[in-house]
């Protein structure tokens, strides 16, 4: 690796995708001008991008915007999703390095200048790695890291458990991050796949400031399916070996009723162990069924070539202010 002059002057860009975020715009921006203050060899762009927000996020954006803020805005035109929005920040972002983050300061945005040194020795990929999530429930724990097990089980490239979207990207690898086609995103995949050299700043994630998680259990089972669907096609070939066995058991026990009939007579099997056995077999063919919905519905939504995000207005910060 090549270390970066420590003397060159540096553009960093922070994405921040908000949606019904109106009660911790002001206490993210404060945090993070502030920080930067510090740091007059950084020149620091703000993007924030509203995901079609229904309460009084974009007003509160523009309020601070005309405040004298220097804060860029990108709003879509409608909620797109934190994919899409985190896509429409990178696409406008203008910085040497870019750092997605959430506005709930769960993720410390000191981590940035640690992020930056990382990237000075020569790392285009600095990752924010969460070595305590005591802040989350048990549930979301356990079931967090089931996910990152099935997923790197069954998928190449293997994900970092524990790392979120909160990272430290070079021009370069943003470039090659725009240049994926795909309308269906998800982006912790796509970050490993395009790889690049990458490094760890471990820290602790704190509460939210202030409201609240806008995922759900729904949502986050969706984007788990997601990640399955997007890097794996592992459940399509297990119906495919697993429906081989069923086979094969069916033809050992076929074997085995013919050598009974043979040595014993003919029996009358019973009528409940029949129907047990249809609804099972019935349940395990829908199953296999939905398996393949799910990666044709796919499929068919990426042969649309529908854009990833639609941009209803980007709000530049005034150049007098």
């Known amino acids: 690796m090549e270390p970066k002059s420590t003397n060159a002057p540096l553009k960093a860009t922070v994405v921040v995708p908000v949606f019904n975020e109106e009660n911790v715009i002001s206490?993210?921006?404060?945090?993070?001008?502030?920080?930067?203050k510090a740091r007059p060899d950084i020149q620091l762009e703000i993007l924030f991008v509203n995901d079609g927000s229904t309460d009084a996020t974009l007003a509160r954006l523009i309020e601070l915007q005309d405040m004298g803020h220097q804060i860029r805005i990108i709003d879509l035109s409608r909620n797109f999703g934190k994919e899409a929005a985190l896509a429409a920040g990178l696409h406008h972002a203008t910085g040497q390095v870019v750092i997605p983050i959430d506005v709930d300061l769960q993720d410390d945005p000191k981590l940035i200048f640690d992020m930056i040194e990382k990237w000075r020795e020569g790392y285009e990929v600095v990752l924010g790695r969460r070595i305590d999530r005591s802040t989350d429930t048990r549930l979301k724990r356990v079931t967090a890291n089931a996910f990152y097990y099935v997923h790197?089980?069954?998928?190449?490239?293997?994900?970092?458990s524990n790392v979120g979207d909160f990272r430290l990207?070079?021009?370069k690898v943003v470039e090659?991050?725009?240049?994926?086609?795909?309308?269906?995103?998800?982006?912790?995949?796509?970050?490993?796949?395009?790889?690049?050299?990458?490094?760890?700043?471990?820290?602790?994630?704190?509460?939210?400031?202030a409201g609240c998680s806008k995922f759900n259990?729904?949502?986050?089972?969706?984007?788990?399916?997601?990640?399955?669907?997007?890097?794996?096609?592992?459940?399509l070939r297990f119906w495919t070996y697993f429906g081989l066995g069923i086979s094969l058991t069916s033809?050992?026990?076929a074997l085995l009723i013919i050598t009974k009939v043979l040595i014993r007579g003919i029996d009358v099997p019973g009528y409940?162990?029949?129907?047990?056995?249809?609804?099972?077999?019935?349940?395990l063919q829908l199953m296999g069924i939905g398996i393949l919905g799910e990666y044709l519905g796919r499929t068919y939504i990426e042969s649309k070539r529908r854009p990833i995000f639609i941009v209803r207005e980007a709000i530049e910060p005034s150049k007098n202010a």
């Open 251 to 253: 033809f050992l026990y």
């Open 272 to 283: 409940a162990s029949l129907i047990v056995a249809i609804m099972f077999f019935g349940g």
């Open 152 to 160: 790197n089980l069954i998928s190449q490239p293997k994900i970092s």
């Open 27 to 36: 206490i993210f921006l404060e945090t993070i001008e502030e920080l930067f």
């Open 217 to 235: 259990g729904w949502k986050l089972w969706n984007f788990a399916l997601e990640g399955f669907t997007s890097f794996s096609t592992a459940p």
């Open 169 to 171: 990207m070079d021009r």
């Open 176 to 209: 090659a991050f725009r240049s994926l086609p795909e309308s269906r995103r998800f982006s912790k995949g796509l970050f490993a796949w395009v790889g690049f050299r990458s490094t760890y700043v471990d820290y602790s994630r704190t509460p939210r400031v």
